[in-house]
Every structure is written in structure tokens, then in C-alpha cells.
């Protein structure tokens, strides 16, 4: 068991309220001394959001626990991108570090324990941005320690710091610069997962753009960031089969089979030392078989990127 209280959570909810109740169930088991509810508002013309959003929002009639509850309530509905990063701001404006949940989310109890220690101990290391939840490889490879340090970000289940949250950077400023001048394959250590992670900033680097996650994967690379990664499954998105808020391919649901894991005991590495190896079994045997954009935009994108180092050798001579 963890020698520290449940972090502050930040609960992220919208309208399925069946999805909610799940995740709620097992925060409750937490009993975190203060949680933090934010709820996109019901899209306009749109009768069921108005029902749906109202049975979300009455969650917080079920805290029966010692517990200060702040509530971010929108009458209208704000999108995905703003409503959330809107929230985490919120969050932070009243806590220096905590856990943020999503209404697909689902924890095992073990995680509050895992974020507790972790926020705890790298609290002032600031080349630590977040800390993971999921974790997908274990028949690939065992571990004797309880995490690793990982360059890939997950959003499904995360914590984080104040001092972290405060680089996002949504406008992604200087992005072709270090694209262009190499940073970001040099960040990634791998030409495969920095294709692919190009392919998603060229996206999520326009305005029109829905994604949020992304800036905050482009504000860790910038800051030469890492994340801390569970060697046990914390965290499964239980979304994919009730109309996912941000569109997921459905080729995505084959993470919703992952077993949720707990532990007694953590079991820290003895330095901060990232090894690529692991983000490579990790893309090469779960995000290569799963996103349907590395059979598409990721080989686009590498072509394009292909014949524009061709086309600079020709004008360097």
C-alpha cells in the first residue's frame, strides 16, 4: 500500500453516464480527499445530450466520503480540445499535482497507489512530465522494476504536475523548426516511431485541429521530457464500444483486452536511464498493429519527407 493519500483527481465526464458510473465506482474505492469534476456542456439541438449530460453530472451526488468536490460544470458545449485542456488548467489552478481521468478510463486500485508514489518521488525532477497508466508488452519482454522511462505518452489514465502542465503549448510554436532541423527524430531515437509521431503533429498543428494530446506530446519532446510507464497494466480504455468522444478507430478496441493488474509492492529502477528498446516493443508490437495511420499517413508522410531530403542534397550542390 502506498505511505502517501490518493492524489487530487481530475474527473473528465460528458455524457455517457453508464461508462461514468464504471470509472466512478472505482475512484470511490480510492476515497481521494478531493476530486475535481468537469463536464463538457450537451451539444446544441441535441435532446439527448441534455438528458445524458444531466445523469453524468449527478455522479456527484454519490460522494459519500470525506471529501471537498469542485465542479466545472459548462452550460455549452466547448469540443474535446478546449474543454479538457480548459479543465486541466482548472485543475491546476487549485492543486500541484495529480491524476486525470477520462470517463473511458478505467483504473484498477492500484493505480492511485502508483501515482501517488511516483508524483511524490519525482516531484521536483522536472525532466519527468507525466506518468502513464497503460502498459501492453508483458509477453514480450519481463521487468524487474515496477516502471521504466518511456517517450511515448499515454492520455488513457495519466498524472502529472503543475510545474509539467505549465509547458503545454497548444499553439505548438517552433514545431518546423525542430521538425526540420532533425530534433525530433534525434528525441525519439527512432526513425519508425518519429514518422509516425510526425504524422500526428502535422495533424494536431493545424487550427482546425480536434486534438489535444498531441500538443501535450509535442510540449514533452520540446522540454526533452520523459514519462514514467507501469510494468503492469493500471488502466484500460473501456470506451470503444459506446461512440468514443474523439472518434478512435475501431481498430483501437483490441487495447479494451487487456487484464487490469494490482500490486502489493513497487520496485524502482536505480537511475533515470531511458532505453528506446522499450518504445520500440512497444510500437512495433502493439501501436504498428493497431493504427490504422501507420498504413496510411505515416507512409505518406514518410515519402514526403523522403523526397524532400532528396530535393535538399540536390540544392546543397
Request: aromatic residues 14%.
Amino acid at each position: 500500500m502506498s505511505e502517501y493519500p490518493t492524489p487530487d483527481i481530475l474527473f473528465l465526464v460528458f455524457n455517457r453516464p453508464l461508462l461514468t458510473q464504471a470509472v466512478f465506482d472505482t475512484i470511490k474505492k480510492s476515497r481521494p480527499s478531493r476530486i475535481f469534476i468537469a463536464a463538457d456542456g450537451p451539444r446544441k439541438n441535441n435532446e439527448s445530450d441534455a438528458i445524458l449530460c444531466k445523469k453524468v453530472r449527478d455522479v456527484v451526488n454519490q460522494v459519500d466520503w470525506d471529501c471537498e468536490i469542485k465542479t466545472l460544470f459548462r452550460e455549452e458545449n466547448l469540443g474535446c480540445r478546449t474543454a479538457i485542456t480548459s479543465a486541466i488548467d482548472w485543475f491546476f489552478d487549485h492543486t500541484d499535482a495529480g491524476i486525470i481521468l477520462e470517463d473511458d478510463c478505467l483504473p484498477s486500485e492500484s493505480f492511485f497507489n502508483f501515482c501517488a508514489l511516483t508524483l511524490e518521488k519525482y516531484k521536483s525532477n522536472e525532466k519527468i512530465m507525466q506518468i502513464n497508466g497503460s502498459f501492453h508488452h508483458s509477453q514480450f519482454k519481463s521487468f524487474d522494476e515496477s516502471y521504466y522511462f518511456s517517450k511515448l505518452n499515454s492520455c488513457w489514465g495519466w498524472a502529472t504536475w503543475k510545474r509539467a502542465w505549465e509547458m503545454f503549448d497548444a499553439d505548438m510554436i517552433g514545431y518546423e523548426e525542430s521538425r526540420d532541423r532533425g530534433e525530433i527524430d534525434k528525441y525519439y531515437e527512432n526513425r519508425q516511431i518519429s514518422n509516425w509521431m510526425i504524422s500526428y503533429l502535422e495533424e494536431a498543428n493545424s487550427p482546425s485541429c480536434g486534438i489535444w494530446s498531441t500538443q501535450w506530446s509535442y510540449s514533452i519532446l520540446k522540454h526533452n521530457g520523459l514519462c514514467i510507464n507501469p510494468t503492469f497494466n493500471l488502466v484500460n480504455n473501456i470506451g470503444f464500444f459506446d461512440a468514443p468522444t474523439s472518434g478512435i478507430h475501431e481498430s483501437f478496441s483490441s487495447y479494451s483486452d487487456y487484464m487490469l493488474e494490482n500490486f502489493s509492492h513497487i520496485e524502482h529502477p536505480d537511475e533515470i536511464q531511458y532505453d528506446v528498446s522499450n518504445d520500440v516493443l512497444e510500437f512495433k508490437n502493439i501501436i504498428q498493429l493497431t493504427d490504422p495511420r501507420l498504413l496510411n499517413k505515416g507512409l505518406i508522410n514518410f515519402i514526403k519527407r523522403a523526397i524532400k531530403t532528396v530535393l535538399n542534397l540536390f540544392h546543397e550542390r
